[in-house]
């Protein structure tokens, strides 16, 4: 499959840009961003293409990438929880969206469940993968061992990443992905290094191993998903049953994986696939029954309806293409639709582009 992409740029409160990824047309369904992302090299990453190409099935699949790491800035002064669950309200208000099924995947689960809980009239469910309430330095009467474990991890990131020589990385390529190939654990080796600096790889683990959302997690009000491989030597597969227990309702699906996130050609991905499928449903495109659209939303939907550009409509109906952009957003909002083409789609099936 060929997977196209949108790139587009929003700017958070304290000055750092944000690179986001679209895929796909229909209601949207948006990803928390993850530890170390690059949103131009995921189309041909080796954990990212199948999960791009089922998630944008039928939804309008929003990622974008984390503060520090891929096409966002680089150069971040706040590395943290909190930065990280500002990132996602920026992306969101950026974008216009309304209500939407949220993924969380790693510690974007905690980015997920902490955001959730905020804004419960905004998350319609919530699909989590590998995640965690508390790691490392946040456990109550936390094992010695397992602070001891956590330290190490921090030192080899920032005694050897960028180095030359792979060796400190495959660390956690091997903890990552125990069962790949030697080709996959190379093509993630090279995504890994692409992705962020050695100074923001060490502190973006750094804030993950701070992380706790227990309190959140109880605050989840709509329904939950909590997938967890059952061999996971990342994340223990200990902590999602944790994390499922917390959030009220929540179901716990263990996969028989030894990854941390499932390759494409993994027989339990087809599972994935349909537990996924059978949890967020088929989008049901709502008519837009009471919604209500001005005389000049309704002509200037109906061009873009036709296929003019902003500039057409603006000479057609001799207004500013900025003021044809306002129009289009306006009845975009009124409709709650996250793109144009769904604008058009939903005021058509209500009867609302008729003469």
């Not at 902490?114 to 989590?128: G, I, K, N």
């Not at 330290?151 to 990385?169: D, M, N, Q, Y």
Request: hydrophobic share 40%.
């Amino acid at each position: 499959m060929s997977i196209r992409q949108d790139i587009r740029f929003c700017n958070t409160a304290d000055g750092v840009q944000l690179a986001m990824g679209l895929y796909g047309d229909g209601p949207p369904l948006v990803k928390a961003a993850t530890w170390l992302t690059h949103i131009e090299a995921d189309p041909t990453s080796v954990l990212n293409p199948h999960w791009i190409e089922e998630l944008s099935r039928h939804h309008r699949y929003v990622t974008y990438d984390a503060r520090g790491c891929g096409l966002s800035s680089r150069d971040v002064a706040d590395i943290s929880l909190e930065a990280w669950v500002r990132d996602l309200e920026t992306v969101v208000d950026s974008l216009g969206l309304q209500r939407f099924p949220l993924l969380g995947i790693s510690q974007g689960a905690a980015i997920a469940v902490a955001y959730a809980a905020r804004h419960p009239e905004r998350v319609s469910a919530l699909v989590l993968w590998g995640g965690f309430a508390t790691s490392y330095f946040t456990t109550g009467n936390p094992d010695p061992k397992i602070v001891d474990e956590g330290e190490t991890l921090l030192k080899i990131v920032e005694l050897g990443w960028g180095k030359g020589s792979p060796a400190f990385r495959q660390v956690f390529v091997s903890k990552l992905m125990p069962d790949s190939t030697a080709a996959e654990q190379h093509g993630f080796d090279q995504y890994q290094n692409l992705t962020a600096t050695p100074d923001v790889a060490s502190r973006c683990l750094r804030a993950m191993y701070h992380v706790n959302v227990k309190d959140e997690a109880r605050k989840v009000r709509c329904p939950a998903i909590v997938f967890h491989a059952r061999d996971d030597q990342m994340i223990y597969f200990n902590q999602g049953r944790k994390l499922a227990g917390l959030i009220p309702g929540a179901r716990l699906v263990p996969v028989n994986s030894r990854n941390h996130v499932p390759l494409a050609r993994e027989p339990c991905w087809p599972e994935v696939v349909r537990e996924l499928r059978a949890f967020l449903g088929e989008p049901v495109k709502e008519r837009a029954e009471g919604a209500h659209l001005t005389a000049r939303q309704h002509e200037v939907l109906k061009q873009v309806a036709a296929g003019l550009t902003d500039k057409q409509i603006a000479r057609a109906l001799s207004l500013s293409p900025r003021t044809v952009e306002m129009h289009v957003a306006s009845a975009m909002k009124a409709l709650d639709c996250a793109t144009r083409a769904e604008a058009v789609h939903r005021a058509a099936e209500a009867g609302l582009l008729a003469p």
